[in-house]
């Protein structure tokens, strides 16, 4: 990839230039005309006044210049007035790449090789490798038949039981068999929180345990009037408790908590409408998943802790279409989603569900030719510890649109005033199409957007250690990218 800022320093006197190419500068296509009128296209052979077609090269050389410089420069003002300058920017730092695959070129960079906190900009990695490892469907779970009975291994489909999912493959086949089943948790080789999380958000909705074999999207869905509540899945019917002093029958809760240690749940505030509450459950580091599949299926699941053979080749059962659960993970930064997909990749290229591991696999293989090696940290970007530069993302976005196309990415990414984006960029819908990141003095957004006159264009901002309002941030960033599409 080459930068337009390339040749873009010191330059002849304009009086040193043919009149033709000091034209230029004020309009390419004009130049190339007026120089066409003096200097017809001719073999060099047979021309007489060779310096007539010396300055014609010149020419050409010198229009590419004045384009590249231009571009640059009337993007570096864009960034100065609506990004650099801005209030709510004025004491960040900004990195931004924007780059054109047709002519491989950066056409600009501000702190584009340096690192920041990418937030959920993390996802577009994790897309990456999961596009490219989990097939066209989502393997749900391995098993083998022996005499009697079956046994299961889980690959980390997040999508088991998931409300977003009506079609349960791997429940019907787990329901509809007469033999025993086995289920072997012995490929979980990690930690239900990723590295660098903020362990006291354990109850919040956005960051529920990772396991080997998630059930109910690991979430307890809590609805109705506090007396009577519905609690899916019934499993933990028994583990809620509120004061009756505080609330009265008719209202709902407002907010649910859980002890740290243990699947305990209690009502902290009550409100007068209905609202369903998702609260994480500790999944006992995989543990749990035992009890919660005898009580689901209302059969015996016993515990093996033998592993896959490597050698063996053994059955699958396919969940759902891998973009299904994809989409709305890019759509709504589902970091549960995101999650398991890096442990499924892990699964699947490893045997084991690591994600150390398997990042340090992909760092090695497909992502070795990244500008600036990330510090990778986890598949969803709750971790503080994740460091990428503008120029990484801008890579990552490039491989994507090379190995997967545009088309298929454009219903995986969500475009303006959709998702995440939703009340942004509503003039630009179907033609910029990007993931947002967001999390405590960290707003980001990374991926695809068409100028007006239909250039591609893969782009990245990354603003760290704002002390703003995210939506003003957000805003400025948009004022940009609009201006970026409208000026080219």
């Given at each position: 990839?080459?930068?337009?800022?390339?040749?873009?320093?010191?330059?002849?006197?304009?009086?040193?230039?043919?009149?033709?190419?000091?034209?230029?500068?004020?309009?390419?296509?004009?130049?190339?005309?007026?120089?066409?009128?003096?200097?017809?296209?001719?073999?060099?052979?047979?021309?007489?006044?060779t310096h007539r077609y010396k300055?014609?090269?010149?020419?050409?050389?010198?229009?590419?210049?004045?384009?590249?410089?231009?571009?640059?420069?009337?993007?570096?003002?864009?960034t100065q007035k609506n990004v650099?300058?801005?209030?709510?920017?004025?004491?960040?730092?900004?990195?931004?790449?924007?780059?054109?695959?047709?002519?491989?070129?950066?056409?600009?960079?501000?702190?584009?090789?340096?690192?920041?906190?990418?937030?959920?900009?993390?996802?577009?990695?994790?897309?990456?490798?999961?596009?490219?490892?989990?097939?066209?469907?989502?393997?749900?779970?391995?098993?083998?038949?022996?005499?009697?009975?079956?046994?299961?291994?889980?690959?980390?489909?997040?999508?088991?039981?998931?409300?977003?999912?009506?079609?349960?493959?791997?429940?019907?086949?787990?329901?509809?068999?007469?033999?025993?089943?086995?289920?072997?948790?012995g490929n979980w080789q990690d930690?239900?929180?990723?590295?660098?999380?903020?362990?006291?958000?354990?109850?919040?909705?956005?960051?529920?345990?990772?396991?080997?074999?998630?059930?109910?999207?690991?979430?307890?869905?809590?609805?109705?009037?506090?007396?009577?509540?519905?609690?899916?899945?019934?499993?933990?019917?028994?583990?809620?408790?509120?004061?009756?002093?505080?609330?009265?029958?008719?209202?709902?809760?407002?907010?649910?908590?859980?002890?740290?240690?243990?699947?305990?749940?209690?009502?902290?505030?009550?409100?007068?409408?209905?609202?369903?509450?998702?609260?994480?459950?500790?999944?006992?580091?995989?543990?749990?998943?035992?009890?919660?599949?005898?009580?689901?299926?209302?059969?015996?699941?016993?515990?093996?802790?033998?592993?896959?053979?490597?050698?063996?080749?053994?059955?699958?059962?396919?969940?759902?279409?891998?973009?299904?659960?994809?989409?709305?993970?890019?759509?709504?930064?589902?970091?549960?989603?995101?999650?398991?997909?890096?442990?499924?990749?892990?699964?699947?290229?490893?045997?084991?569900?690591?994600?150390?591991?398997?990042?340090?696999?992909?760092?090695?293989?497909?992502?070795?030719?990244?500008?600036?090696?990330?510090?990778?940290?986890?598949?969803?970007?709750?971790?503080?510890?994740?460091?990428?530069?503008?120029?990484?993302?801008?890579?990552?976005?490039?491989?994507?649109?090379?190995?997967?196309?545009?088309?298929?990415?454009?219903?995986?990414?969500?475009?303006?005033?959709?998702?995440?984006?939703?009340?942004?960029?509503?003039?630009?819908?179907?033609?910029?199409?990007?993931?947002?990141?967001?999390?405590?003095?960290?707003?980001?957004?990374?991926?695809?957007?068409?100028?007006?006159?239909?250039?591609?264009?893969?782009?990245?901002?990354?603003?760290?250690?704002?002390?703003?309002?995210?939506?003003?941030?957000?805003?400025?960033?948009?004022?940009?990218?609009?201006?970026?599409?409208?000026?080219?």
């Open positions: 990839m080459k930068s337009l800022n390339d040749g873009c320093g010191h330059r002849k006197d304009r009086r040193d230039l043919p009149l033709a190419i000091v034209y230029y500068k004020q309009n390419l296509s004009m130049a190339v005309v007026y120089y066409k009128k003096d200097l017809p296209m001719a073999n060099p052979h047979k021309m007489n006044n300055d014609y090269l010149l020419l050409i050389a010198c229009c590419l210049i004045f384009s590249s410089c231009s571009v640059s420069k009337k993007i570096s003002r864009s650099l300058e801005n209030p709510a920017l004025k004491t960040a730092h900004v990195g931004i790449s924007i780059f054109e695959p047709a002519t491989n070129k950066y056409w600009f960079n501000h702190q584009g090789d340096k690192y920041f906190i990418p937030a959920s900009n993390t996802k577009i990695a994790t897309c990456y490798i999961a596009m490219k490892y989990l097939g066209k469907n989502l393997k749900g779970i391995n098993y083998e038949i022996a005499d009697d009975k079956v046994i299961i291994y889980p690959t980390g489909d997040p999508t088991f039981l998931h409300t977003d999912f009506g079609r349960q493959r791997v429940f019907d086949f787990l329901k509809s068999t007469d033999k025993d089943i086995f289920l072997s948790t930690d239900a929180w990723g590295s660098g999380w903020a362990w006291n958000d354990y109850s919040e909705a956005y960051m529920p345990e990772r396991s080997a074999m998630p059930v109910y999207g690991n979430v307890i869905r809590f609805k109705g009037p506090i007396q009577n509540l519905s609690i899916i899945p019934g499993f933990f019917s028994g583990n809620f408790n509120f004061d009756s002093t505080r609330f009265s029958s008719s209202t709902y809760p407002s907010a649910i908590k859980r002890k740290l240690t243990e699947n305990s749940f209690f009502a902290t505030a009550a409100t007068e409408r209905e609202r369903e509450l998702q609260i994480p459950f500790s999944t006992d580091n995989s543990e749990l998943i035992y009890l919660l599949l005898q009580d689901t299926l209302n059969k015996s699941i016993k515990k093996t802790s033998g592993g896959k053979d490597s050698l063996i080749k053994y059955a699958a059962i396919h969940s759902q279409p891998t973009d299904s659960m994809l989409k709305p993970m890019m759509h709504r930064s589902d970091n549960f989603f995101a999650e398991q997909s890096l442990l499924m990749v892990s699964n699947e290229l490893l045997g084991v569900m690591n994600d150390a591991k398997v990042i340090d696999s992909i760092l090695k293989s497909d992502f070795k030719d990244l500008p600036q090696k990330p510090r990778w940290a986890d598949g969803s970007g709750l971790s503080r510890y994740n460091l990428f530069t503008p120029q990484d993302f801008v890579v990552i976005l490039d491989k994507m649109k090379n190995e997967f196309g545009m088309e298929r990415l454009k219903e995986i990414f969500p475009t303006g005033n959709d998702g995440t984006l939703a009340n942004y960029y509503k003039a630009d819908s179907t033609y910029l199409f990007a993931k947002t990141g967001t999390l405590s003095s960290v707003v980001a957004l990374s991926g695809f957007m068409y100028t007006q006159k239909n250039k591609l264009l893969l782009f990245s901002v990354l603003v760290n250690n704002h002390q703003a309002s995210a939506i003003n941030v957000r805003r400025a960033v948009e004022a940009f990218l609009q201006g970026l599409r409208k000026d080219f």
